[in-house]
Every structure is written in structure tokens, then in C-alpha cells.
């Protein structure tokens, strides 16, 4: 059974910080891209963070450079996103999915962590 299990989130007053873990179980997790997606309120999904299957390049949205960062422990199967310097804006609901390298669409999701960044 593939399962994508956040924590982590919580609230949080604006300047601090929160880390996000995605623990992975039942596929081939290192073969695998692992992105951190959010979504607030009224407002689409936005990708915040990937990282390739090999944990050597990532990417991020313009909103969190410089105050993200996503990394991943293949040995215990998790994805972490370190999030610095917090804003209201980046309130959202954080969810964690994980896409082969070839391929269009992601192929599993978790259920979401809030984080709540009160000013």
C-alpha cells in the first residue's frame, strides 16, 4: 500500500520556522522526485519545492528562495522541507507528492499538513 504521510505544520508566529517531513512507504522511493505542493484558501495549487530522485538539484518557486529548503533521507525514506523566515502569506495546506522522472503527472499524493503563520 503506497502511503505519503506528512507532519510537521502547525502555527506559527511571522519570522519563524517549521520543518515538513513526508515519510514514504510502498514504492520505490529513491527512484523517485519528491515535490512539496501548497495550497491556500480560494487559491489554486502552487508548487513550492522538487527534488530529483538522487537528492542533487532542486528547485523552488520564486515566493520561498532563500527561505526553503528541501532535502530527503533515502535511508528513511523522507522528504523534509525546512521553511525559514515565515510569512501570513505562506499559509496554506502543504502537501508532499512524488513523480517518476519521465513522467507527467504525479503519481501519489499525501493528505496535507496545515501551516497557519499568524502576523
Known amino acids: 500500500q503506497v502511503q505519503l504521510v506528512e507532519s510537521g505544520g502547525g502555527l506559527v508566529q511571522a519570522g519563524g520556522s517549521l520543518r515538513l517531513s513526508c515519510v514514504a512507504s510502498?514504492?520505490?522511493?529513491?527512484?523517485?522526485?519528491m515535490s512539496w505542493y501548497r495550497q491556500a484558501p480560494g487559491k489554486e495549487r502552487e508548487l513550492v519545492a522538487t527534488?530529483?530522485?538522487?537528492?542533487?538539484?532542486?528547485i523552488y518557486a520564486d515566493s520561498v528562495k532563500g527561505r526553503f529548503t528541501i532535502s530527503r533521507d533515502s535511508a528513511e525514506n523522507t522528504v523534509y522541507l525546512q521553511m525559514n523566515s515565515l510569512k501570513p502569506e505562506d499559509t496554506a495546506v502543504y502537501y508532499c507528492?512524488?513523480?517518476?522522472?519521465?513522467?507527467?503527472?504525479?503519481?501519489?499524493w499525501g493528505q496535507g499538513t496545515q501551516v497557519t503563520v499568524s502576523s
Open positions: 507528492a512524488a513523480k517518476l522522472y519521465s513522467a507527467v503527472e504525479y503519481a501519489y
Open positions: 510502498g514504492f520505490a522511493f529513491r527512484t523517485y522526485a
Open positions: 527534488i530529483t530522485s538522487a537528492g542533487g538539484s532542486a
